[in-house]
């Protein structure tokens, strides 16, 4: 028995001692200096609740409407000018613009906040050409910039001049110059075939100059196809399949070319709503890093896509997508996220029900999104689809905390809703309180923004919400601002005042509601004279108001 233990107590430390032989001490692993930030970040989940990240310095500031939003990221983008000043100062900018001064004058009075960008045309004899001509002995790379320079801005049968230069010169050109090129072919030629066959060329020269074409190379080829009609169509396919051939891993900017080449805006889609799927079959799950610049256009095209086609089922994949590793950085710019999370909820409000889209409603604004104030039409619709009209006075609230308060159509939608049907007596306070509100926004408008202009339509609405909660007083207040503002009340309006009138017993204002039709001239006013002879007992001084107003009424006719 004790032979036996120590039999397999032997047996037990030799085949310890053997895994201990076998253990391998791992190399020293070097980690990022954000490595522990980066994990800590990975245990949370966006709080909808939170200001956006670069607003959290300094939450006093914190834009509270849409149009601050935007003022906020222009203003940011404007700092750059004195960086931008001095770059033109020091002569480092080729574009090239023959003064300094209008330049210095230009970047100190442009209201950036119209449009961020700078574009420069390529000027002849501009700077760059003039430091290229200086170049005793120019090689690859200083042709190369010369070339990618002319592309980017436009001059693109220069540029394939400058090549056709740099050729006898005889040199090679350069990856980076190709790229360039393919993605000018297209502006050149005018004719589908001719465009695809510069691009061929190109690609041909390339293999004979033994350059080896990267990502952005064929992504350019991609680029070119989507201005090749039918044929960009025919020949997109094989583009992806060669990309894989050489190993090359496409980027969403590829997969955005693709949807752009079988996609266009406002194009019939011909049987091709397919093509989405399959990208998205091939992109779903994946983390991607930025490799092209065009890799930002992808969950914008995708998400028009989904709106035009009304699939919501690959919305939510396209959006899931968005959420995988760090993907949200390709959302691109501020106006370009904006894009994306407006079609993205327009299509809810067109697609989901009224619970679902307040879900998301509530998860994206103001955190990561300022709907726009068609947007928040959409909203009003779907609550209107879903017959949840009795949330109207909350989205009032919010309509007012983005800056919407003073956009007339919004508003004007937003008073025929609540007009248009009679809801409970809770319900109806709630929209005359609303109302009310409404009305505030009229008389005096929000500092700095357009007052609206009453309508007779948007009287009318206001007047229906008042009476149908019983607010007769607010209503006959109201009533007036037809003659102050030069409207003419419609004769459904003033039948329907009537008729509250009438339940009330104000001979007075039934009176005085005649006079208003006679005022007007309306034809609807012998009738209502004759409704309120029938109605009401009336003095014998109000029996003589009536009696001339039929007599004016008849001359009139």
């Not at 990502?215 to 201005?227: D, S």
């Not at 997109?236 to 079988?262: C, Q, R, T």
Request: aromatic share 8%; proline share 4%; with cysteine.
């Amino acid at each position: 028995m004790a032979s036996s233990c120590s039999q397999a107590v032997r047996q037990h430390v030799c085949k310890s001692s053997t895994i201990l032989q076998e253990i391998v001490i791992p190399k020293k692993k070097t980690w990022s200096k954000e490595a522990v930030l980066q994990a800590l970040a990975s245990t949370v989940n966006r709080d909808p609740t939170a200001s956006d990240h670069r607003l959290q310095d300094d939450p006093y500031l914190t834009p509270k409407t849409s149009s601050e939003f935007v003022r906020f990221g222009y203003r940011t983008v404007s700092g750059f000018q004195v960086t931008l000043l001095e770059r033109f100062t020091i002569g480092a900018c080729y574009g090239s613009l023959p003064f300094l001064r209008p330049v210095k004058t230009f970047l100190q009075t442009y209201d950036f906040s119209r449009a961020p960008c700078l574009v420069f045309s390529f000027r002849e004899n501009n700077n760059a050409e003039r430091i290229f001509a200086l170049l005793s002995e120019p090689n690859t790379h200083s042709y190369s910039a010369l070339i990618r320079g002319m592309v980017k801005h436009g001059a693109y049968s220069k540029a394939f001049s400058t090549y056709t230069d740099l050729l006898n010169n005889p040199l090679k050109a350069d990856v980076n110059t190709f790229n360039a090129l393919i993605t000018a072919a297209p502006e050149v030629k005018e004719k589908y075939n001719e465009k695809w066959e510069l691009i061929l060329d190109l690609l041909k020269e390339m293999a004979e100059q033994k350059v080896k074409p990267n990502l952005l190379t064929l992504n350019a080829v991609l680029k070119a196809l989507r201005r090749c009609g039918t044929l960009g169509k025919s020949q997109a396919f094989p583009v992806i399949s060669e990309m894989k051939a050489l190993s090359i891993d496409p980027s969403l900017a590829s997969y955005n070319h693709l949807l752009g080449i079988f996609y266009k805006p406002g194009a019939p889609f011909l049987g091709q709503t397919d093509i989405l799927q399959e990208v998205m079959n091939e992109v779903s799950g994946k983390s991607f890093t930025p490799q092209d610049p065009d890799d930002a256009q992808f969950f914008i095209t995708a998400v028009r896509i989904c709106l035009d086609t009304k699939d919501i089922e690959q919305a939510y994949r396209v959006h899931e997508l968005l959420g995988v590793g760090e993907n949200w950085r390709l959302l691109g710019n501020d106006l370009q996220q904006n894009i994306y999370y407006a079609r993205f909820f327009s299509l809810l409000c067109m697609m989901e029900n009224i619970d679902v889209v307040l879900k998301w409603y509530r998860d994206l604004v103001p955190s990561v999104y300022y709907p726009s104030s068609n947007i928040m039409r959409d909203l009003l619709q779907a609550l209107d689809t879903d017959n949840r009209l009795d949330l109207i006075p909350q989205i009032w609230k919010d309509i007012k905390q983005l800056g919407h308060a003073n956009r007339q159509k919004l508003v004007e939608d937003l008073l025929t809703l609540m007009a248009r049907e009679k809801q409970n007596q809770e319900v109806q306070e709630s929209f005359a309180e609303c109302a009310l509100d409404i009305k505030k926004m009229y008389d005096t408008g929000d500092r700095g923004k357009v007052i609206m202009s009453w309508t007779a339509t948007s009287l009318s609405d206001l007047i229906s919400v008042l009476l149908a909660a019983q607010r007769r007083q607010d209503a006959w207040e109201v009533l007036k601002l037809f003659k102050t503002h030069n409207r003419v009340p419609s004769e459904e309006l003033l039948n329907k005042f009537l008729t509250c009138i009438t339940e009330s017993g104000e001979v007075n204002h039934a009176v005085e509601l005649v006079q208003i039709s006679a005022g007007f001239c309306l034809p609807e006013t012998p009738k209502l004279i004759q409704r309120v002879q029938q109605e009401f007992q009336l003095s014998e001084q109000q029996k003589n108001i009536l009696s001339d107003l039929e007599i004016q009424t008849f001359n009139s006719d």
